[in-house]
């Protein structure tokens, strides 16, 4: 996905809230924008910062390979702890975010 900033001059940085990792990006600057390519997950919360000065027009960085480690599938058995006013079990047959 490519995104658009109304600035230039200043290289841009992702910046991961999470855990405060920090990458660089391949960027275009043209006119007054700065073109980003960004590689974002579903449910992906991020931030590009602009801070250092640049004179470089382009940078083209190689792109990520992501590779599937495993797969861990169900049926899951979650457990909660007595005194939070939840079941002491349930039974799910898949993850998802709630």
Known sequence: MKARFRITGKKPELWHPEDGRREELSYDMAGRVTTVDLQLEPN????????????QMSLRLPDVVREELMEVGGPWAL????????????????LVPG
């Open 79 to 94: 457990a909660f702890q007595e005194g939070r006013r939840a079941p002491e079990q349930i039974r799910l047959e898949e």
């Open 44 to 55: 992906d919360a991020v931030f590009v910062v602009f801070r250092e000065e640049t004179d």
